[in-house]
């Protein structure tokens, strides 16, 4: 690997936040960093080396990019895989690796992979057409999920009893026992080329249950030890069981026996490690730069209670984007604004976070509901 100086070139596929994240860290380390987005307004736009506007499920423009830079990292799973595999053989880093993005870009090859690896999970049935949801082995009520092209709670469908059938996906899609759960947790893993592998304490969730996507996160979790611990051992045991390198999100339901389930996986820095900035001694966003680089991981633990606030767009507005509530909120001792570059806003668009820390974990949840209802964004 070429020495920090510059001279390293970092692809990127993909333009949003996460991307624009993960630049803002890589600045420390000298690295070139050049992006692939389709979207010429991209939130990476202004903070890269180099934007390159192109469509990243298009084999020959994923390719030409990658052949500009010597490592190649992602910051979303829908990407051209074949271009992938074919800039690995001819010598350039990909990580993570074409055939993790290939596993994760399927649900169906996701919940394979669990079920050869003894990876606790639901139970699932792959459906290839809507005949067989008919003769489903699942019992009702299921989710039914797309195994190709879902994300942020899109392609996900509640089947709660026949009358829903109807309704249901027809593209080949996986079904899974529907999961009376008492919280949803997540742990991020990292490894690198030597085969270190590190993991950040386990996190709490709370979804909006309209947009289907994370809103509240608390870390460190006071969920008993045994279960963080337990967490912890699966997403470790899965980052080996694939010998990615780099980031891997691991999503999980505790359901109410106590039982922990992996729900998905996400190969790259995600929505559930944003608090890590602030909150832990490396950030998600560092340790994926540190994996990808080989080289040693960075300490994961907790500087104090972090909680994690998206700032959604709010319902009933779509055009440029105005925040109402920013200096109500900077008032508040603790209080980070990560805000995304985005021109525009629409319901549930993923516009920005807020970050709080506090010595007392209840100030602290108390400050975050404060954000909540303060921090709006309109048009």
Known sequence: MKAFYGDLKLG????????????QQA????????????DREAPCRKLCDEFTVGSLSDYETVYNFGKTVDLLTIEIEKVNVDALEQLEKEGVL????????????????QKQFFKENDIPTADFQIISSPQQLQQSLIPFPYIQKLRKDGYDGKGVYKVIDESYLAGAFKEPSLIEQWIDFEKEIAVIVARNENGEI?????????FNPKANLVEFLIAPSTLPFAIQQ???QIAKKIADSLKIVGLLAVEMFLDKQGRILVNELAP????????????????QFEQHLRAIFNQPLGDTSCLNNAIMVNVLGE????????????????????????????????PFRKMGHVTIVDADREKAIEKARFVQKTLKVIS
């Open 94 to 109: 990909v990580y993570p690796q074409s055939r993790i993005i290939r596993l994760i870009q399927d649900k169906g090859l």
């Open 198 to 206: 590190s993991t950040f304490p386990m996190v709490e969730m709370e």
């Open 315 to 346: 319902a009933g507005y779509e055009g440029p984007a105005i925040y109402q509530g920013i200096e109500k909120v900077l008032k508040v001792p603790g209080v980070y604004i990560h805000l995304y570059g985005k021109a525009l806003t629409k």
């Open 268 to 283: 790259r820095p995600h929505n559930s490690g944003h608090q890590t900035i602030e909150g832990n001694v490396v950030s």
């Open 230 to 232: 337990k967490a912890e």
């Open 27 to 38: 600045i420390n380390y000298n690295v070139t960093v050049k992006i692939l987005d389709p």
């Open 12 to 23: 990127i596929l993909g333009g949003g936040q996460l991307g624009r994240m993960l630049i």
